[in-house]
């Protein structure tokens, strides 16, 4: 059973462009979170979809969106890239049930460096 | 969100126990407290997570007293692999919107 897949795993953009990441979520969870990881720092919260829609946010810029597909893997894009975009980018995947959401599985991440 | 306070780093020896202990005064009713690690470059793995009193599985033990407003991982006899950041979590149940903060940097020497 794979756990959660995530492409690509390093990617160098150069300031103002965009950039797409994806994620296959772990088999049977059908949410997708997403969340950037600075260097020496936690995660922070993006965004998250179920259903195909994004149901939460975090304390993020437009600049940042996605998209989930029928199959539940998912798509992070990113416009008009900054420096401080350069960071870990990281996809969980969990569930909800009868006794509340499943742990959250992370996937390896995406190193993204903007020079 | 109950905001979580633990120490920066800590530092211990292959075979000893080791405790992190987390301070969340906030914590709500509802919330959970959940524990993961992490290693470099690799996303966070989830440890373990509790409601009240103790709990433990085959990795570790999370004590939790009666008011909640800490709680202490504790990782029996540590191996130079658990050279981690471990986080402390608190909020809605495991993989909803995790919040995380700083972490403990714990470095295992041999």
């Known amino acids: 059973d794979a756990g959660v897949t995530q492409s690509p795993t390093h990617l160098i953009k150069t300031r103002g462009q965009q950039v797409t990441l994806r994620c296959s979520p772990k088999?049977?969870?059908?949410?997708v979170s997403w969340y950037q990881q600075a260097l020496g720092q936690g995660p922070q919260f993006i965004f998250q979809?179920?259903?195909?829609?994004?149901?939460q946010r975090g304390n993020f810029p437009d600049r940042f969106s996605g998209h989930q597909f029928p199959n539940y893997s998912s798509e992070l894009n990113v416009n008009a890239l900054l420096l401080g975009d350069s960071a870990l980018y990281l996809c969980?995947?969990?569930?909800?049930?009868?006794?509340?959401?499943?742990?959250?599985?992370f996937g390896q991440g995406t190193r993204l460096t903007v020079v | 969100l109950a905001k979580t306070t633990q120490p920066i780093s800590m530092d211990s020896y292959e075979g000893q126990e080791v405790n992190i202990t987390c301070s969340h005064n906030n914590i709500a009713t509802n919330d959970y407290i959940t524990w993961y690690q992490q290693f470099p470059s690799q996303g966070p793995r989830f440890i373990i997570q509790?409601?009240?009193t103790k709990v433990t599985n085959e990795v570790a033990s999370l004590f939790i007293p009666a008011d909640r407003k800490s709680s202490t991982l504790s990782l029996p006899r540590v191996s130079l692999s658990d050279t981690a950041v471990y986080y402390c979590?608190?909020?809605?149940?495991?993989?909803?919107?995790?919040?995380f903060g700083g972490g403990t940097r714990l470095m295992v020497k041999p």
């Open positions: 509790g409601y009240k």
């Open positions: 969980a995947s969990s569930s909800p049930g009868a006794g509340g959401y499943t742990e959250a599985f």
């Open positions: 979809y179920y259903e195909e829609e994004e149901r």
């Open positions: 979590l608190v909020g809605d149940l495991r993989g909803n919107m995790l919040t």
């Open positions: 088999s049977g969870h059908d949410t």
